[in-house]
């Protein structure tokens, strides 16, 4: 099953990458066909779960997946090609699925102009076979190269089909994410060359790794994750990368590429070398509350849609980091639900967001309003997008930005109460323009003519995301029944 979960999205787009080019229609339907076919593992994986993260020795966590496979892939090196998958990958792996399949769906109904829905389509099966590797893979070299696999299909997604700034926005991306991946593979080799392994199931727990060397490589991995996430204040790609993306574009990359630094912080940074991140934690807890402040503070002053909801990314991911920095029990549980809830959300943000475009050609809140008057039914969708966005209790996004604030003021002393004070202040704040999204784009008179009605396809990519924030946010044991055990081990090496 994790074979096929990743041979059948790239094998996908191989057979679309030979159908001709007149074969557009065909080519919609079949990968969504593949889309659909790879959630068939994804979902036989959750039945595989009888065996949780164990502590070895008392001095060492391992891994126990619950599915694993190990082949010697470069026996000089001793490399292997090393795939698993537990509590803290799984529900990535499944959103990851799930929000490919919505966005092939989508192209069925609608392709965004600037080239073939073939091409198009091809790379986002790409995306989805490199984004679904870098959370399955259990070797430090396999993990890397699969984190490089997104850059390139990611690229060309926003250059061919994205908005009129789309290729400087394209080379910002590539740009940034260039040096977090130098970095990166400057931090694999510097563990895998001292622990002389880079197996995660045996690195777990820092492996003898010196203090030095744990304090070097989680530098090296903080930096490199704070890229991708991105965290403050090395965001800048984000929201240009979000305004020009086309619509599938943007919602894959908000709901799950993002997710590939904040699930590398913990599996890599934090599982490999917990006395760098113990070590760091402060310094992360202050750019995490940083974040939260500053990506509310601009949202307050954006004008534009996509950019508003770009932006508002660097504060819920600010409500992950601290998370991650409390490296309690707690913090990082409310990291992994933090996680999930804003692939949910976000993707759905972005699909609306898209929706609202499309039919009013502009993104410009000025140019929008009374959108309650002549689209009800997408003004209704969109205001439960938002209040779920901005942490309202019963909805996925309150839990992980809630228990984030909890583990500060559980991790206790003045910093952390201090942060945890600040995180909270940016919670109102993010309520506070999430709601002036609302009345510049639901109420008002109505400034731009938007169509009313909504299509199948639309409903069909809406529905599930907001089923899913829903069921979530009732019970978030959903995504934490499974987290439990290998989040102790994890925290186990702070104890």
């Not at 490399?79 to 799984?90: E, I, K, P, R, T």
């Amino acid at each position: 099953m994790l074979v096929a979960t990743l041979a059948l999205p790239a094998l996908g787009a191989a057979a679309l990458a030979l159908l001709p080019a007149r074969a557009d229609r065909p080519a919609r339907l079949l990968a969504t066909a593949v889309a659909a076919v790879t959630l068939v593992p994804i979902v036989v994986l959750a039945f595989a779960h009888h065996a949780t993260w164990v502590a070895d020795t008392p001095e060492s966590s391992a891994i126990r997946p619950w599915a694993e496979v190990k082949w010697s892939w470069v026996p000089a090196l001793h490399l292997d090609f090393h795939l698993g998958v537990d509590g803290v990958s799984y529900p990535l792996v499944a959103l990851t699925g799930l929000l490919t399949l919505l966005c092939c769906a989508y192209t069925i109904w609608r392709v965004p102009e600037g080239g073939s829905a073939r091409t198009l389509l091809a790379l986002l099966l790409v995306l989805e076979a490199g984004i679904l590797g870098t959370f399955l893979a259990l070797d430090l070299v396999l993990f890397f190269l699969f984190f490089e696999v997104v850059l390139l299909p990611m690229y060309a997604v926003i250059a061919g089909w994205g908005g009129d700034q789309r290729r400087a926005a394209a080379r910002k991306f590539v740009l940034y994410t260039l040096f977090g991946s130098v970095l990166l593979l400057l931090g694999v080799f510097t563990v895998a060359d001292k622990a002389g392994t880079g197996d995660l199931v045996t690195l777990t727990g820092g492996h003898g790794l010196s203090r030095g060397t744990q304090y070097a490589a989680f530098a090296l991995f903080a930096v490199a994750f704070a890229v991708k996430a991105p965290l403050w204040p090395l965001h800048t790609w984000l929201p240009d990368a979000h305004t020009q993306a086309p619509t599938v574009g943007s919602v894959i990359l908000a709901g799950v590429l993002l997710k590939m630094g904040t699930y590398g912080l913990i599996r890599v940074g934090v599982g490999v070398a917990p006395l760098g991140a113990h070590w760091a934690a402060p310094v992360l807890g202050i750019l995490a509350a940083a974040a939260i402040l500053a990506g509310a503070l601009i949202c307050l002053r954006q004008t534009e849609l996509k950019r508003l909801i770009a932006y508002s990314s660097v504060g819920h991911m600010g409500f992950v980091l601290l998370g991650i920095a409390t490296l309690t029990a707690t913090g990082i549980q409310a990291a992994l639900l933090g996680n999930v809830a804003h692939g949910l959300i976000t993707g759905l943000l972005f699909f609306l967001a898209g929706a609202i475009k499309d039919r009013a050609h502009t993104g410009e809140l000025a140019e929008l309003g009374g959108l309650r008057e002549t689209a009800p039914r997408l003004a209704g969708v969109l205001g439960f997008a938002a209040i779920a966005s901005l942490g309202l209790p019963g909805l996925a996004g309150f839990w992980g930005e809630a228990f984030a604030v909890v583990a500060a003021v559980r991790r206790g002393g003045g910093l952390w109460m201090t942060l945890a004070v600040l995180a909270a202040i940016g919670g109102a704040l993010t309520a506070a323009y999430f709601l002036r999204l609302l009345r510049k784009v639901t109420h008002g008179p109505a400034a731009t003519p938007v169509p009313a009605g909504i299509a199948g396809a639309e409903w069909f990519a809406w529905a599930p995301l907001v089923a899913l924030t829903l069921a979530v946010g009732l019970v978030p044991a959903l995504v934490l029944v499974a987290t439990e055990a290998p989040v102790l081990a994890l925290t186990g090496a702070f104890r």
